[in-house]
Every structure is written in structure tokens, then in C-alpha cells.
């Protein structure tokens, strides 16, 4: 067994170094504990640079999921711009056609979630985007089931069509071919008796005193007798919110309560209640408010026939009643 040796710095005199149970201890202790550290050392700088199977195959799994999430938000996306084309349509284009009032979009959208709900989502799922699409896909259902209902009410209007395009009125309420009776439209126009600028809520037809005038759409008699002013009155309820009024007739041919269809004589032109001529006062009404009666020939008159017609009517003149 080799023994150690050191001098001793007072005597310069070479004194044995006895190797006791302490001073083996105190190595022992020291090689374990470096051993220890570079172990520790080691283990943590293997595993940062050269991760686990294990964790190799849970990153590959996070990589695809954050992959398909990517997808599924993007689809999301295409499909809210589709749903968008669709309300749109149905407002702007079917509801139009069919009269029918827009869907707010306070109705469309709908109530979602509290915010808190998805707050909570994300810190479950430690992802704001899965939060994201879980608003999106909310939406997006609410506005496809008011989509769905929707498409079910403009069908049963769609069914109800061919009634309402009989009933409205299309045509002329006289004979005018050549457009030629046509003597004041709807608008701004001078008072005849009193000399003011007044609205005129109809149309004037110039015609001889017992001319044919024709029910312009199929509908009950609301009305026949004398009005203020309008003289002898024939109203029409045409349903679906329309009303056409014939004003200052010679006699009226019905009596409230019959049904009458497109064409049908309801009465002869006259000059009665404020009237300085012979003359037709034809008004349409819808939902009770007076609407301009051109836009309300279109079985009657070709485009060319129309543009005239709208010519004829903006006529700012004197109106004959």
C-alpha cells in the first residue's frame, strides 16, 4: 500500500500523511458527489437535445392537431362567406320577389354563448384556437337554422305567388293603347280649382263620359258609392296590402262585397266630385299608402311603351282633379 507524504512548513522536516477512516470518507464522498453533478449534468442536456420517443410522438400528434384545427378554421371560414351569399340573396333578392320583410340580423345571429364560456375554453384547452371555433361553429349554426326556417316561409310565399300575381294590379284601368288618355301622374302637381302645388296620389285618364273603366287585378269591392271629392268611388281590395281607387265615375257597375277579376267592368267614367273634366282618377294603394300606379302595368305595356308612359306621367302640369 503506497503511503503519502508532506513538509511541514515549520520543521521542513517530511512528515507521513496517515490516511485514516475520516480522510478515505471525505474521498469517497467527494468522488460520489462530482459523479452526482456531471450525471445530473448530463441528463438534462441529453434530454434537451435528444427528446424521448415518447415525447417525439406527442409533438408529432400536437403538429397535426394544430394542422387540422388550421383546416377546420379555414372551412369555417368559406362556409360563413357561402352563409353570407345565402342571407344576402335572401333578403335582397327572394324576400324582394316575394314582398316579404328582411330577416334582422340581430334574428340571424342569434344569441351565443356568454364570452366568459369561451374565456374558460381557452384556458382549459390552453388554445384560443379552439375557443375561436367554438364561436364560429355556434354562429354558424344559429345562422343556418334561421336560414333553414327562412327558406321554409319563402317557399310557402312562393306557393302563394300565382295568387298575388292575379291579384295585384298589371293592367290599365281603360282602354289606352296608344297612351294618349294618359293626362297627369303621380306626384307634385297644380290643383286645378284651387291653384296650389299639391301631391297627386294617382293617375289621371282623360276619356268621354262612359267609357269602360276595368278592375286592373282580381279582388272584393271594398267600396262603391260617393267619397268627398273623388265623387262616385269604386275601391278594390286586392289583397296582399294593395287597394286600387277609381275616382269621379259616371256610375259605378258593383257593389261592396262582389268578387271581381282582371278586366272586369266596374264602372263608367265621369266628371263628378271635384273634377274639371272627364276623367278617370286611378290611385293604387299598398299597405294603405298611396305608390306610383306606373310601376303597375306591366301586363299592359312593352318597355318602350313604358318609358313613354313614365314620360307622359312626370308631366309636372295641371292635374284634372
Avoid at 24 to 49: D, N
Avoid at 63 to 82: A, R, T
Avoid at 133 to 141: A, M, P, Y
Wanted: hydrophobic share 35%; glycine share 6%.
Amino acid at each position: 500500500m503506497k503511503h503519502k507524504y508532506r513538509i511541514n512548513p515549520e520543521t521542513l522536516a517530511l512528515e507521513r500523511i496517515e490516511q485514516g477512516l475520516v480522510y478515505w470518507l471525505k474521498r469517497s464522498g467527494a468522488y460520489i458527489l462530482s459523479g452526482i453533478c456531471l450525471g445530473v449534468v448530463f441528463f438534462f442536456v441529453f434530454f434537451q437535445l435528444f427528446p424521448s420517443p415518447r415525447e417525439k410522438q406527442l409533438e408529432m400528434q400536437r403538429q397535426n392537431l394544430e394542422s387540422q384545427l388550421d383546416l377546420l378554421d379555414k372551412k369555417i371560414n368559406q362556409m360563413q362567406l357561402v352563409m353570407s351569399d345565402l342571407s344576402q340573396r335572401d333578403d335582397n333578392l327572394y324576400r324582394v320577389l316575394l314582398e316579404a320583410e328582411p330577416i334582422p340580423l340581430s334574428v340571424r345571429q342569434g344569441a351565443t354563448r356568454k364570452m366568459s364560456y369561451y374565456d374558460e375554453l381557452a384556458n382549459m384547452t390552453n388554445s384560443q384556437l379552439a375557443a375561436d371555433l367554438t364561436l364560429k361553429i355556434d354562429v354558424l349554426e344559429k345562422e343556418m337554422y334561421v336560414q333553414a326556417k327562412s327558406y321554409d316561409e319563402v317557399v310557402e310565399l312562393a306557393k302563394n305567388q300565382e295568387i298575388r300575381l292575379e291579384n295585384i294590379p298589371a293592367i290599365q284601368p281603360v282602354l289606352n293603347k296608344d297612351l294618349k288618355r294618359v293626362a297627369s301622374g303621380y306626384g307634385w302637381r297644380i290643383h286645378p280649382i284651387y291653384h296650389t302645388r299639391k301631391h297627386h296620389d294617382g293617375m289621371d285618364f282623360t276619356a268621354p263620359t262612359g267609357t269602360e273603366v276595368f278592375a286592373t287585378g282580381n279582388g272584393v269591392i271594398s267600396f262603391s258609392g260617393r267619397r268627398q271629392g273623388y265623387g262616385n268611388t269604386v275601391i278594390v281590395d286586392h289583397g296582399f296590402g294593395y287597394e286600387t281607387v277609381y275616382a269621379h265615375l259616371f256610375k259605378p257597375l258593383c257593389h261592396v262585397g262582389q268578387r271581381v277579376k282582371r278586366a272586369d267592368i266596374i264602372g263608367l267614367v265621369g266628371n263628378t266630385g271635384q273634377s274639371t273634366a272627364p276623367h278617370l282618377h286611378y290611385e293604387v294603394r299598398y299597405q294603405g299608402r298611396p305608390v306610383d300606379p306606373t310601376n303597375y302595368y306591366f301586363i299592359d305595356l312593352s318597355p318602350e311603351d313604358y318609358d313613354e308612359m313614365i314620360r307622359l306621367s312626370n308631366n309636372f302640369g295641371q292635374m284634372l282633379d
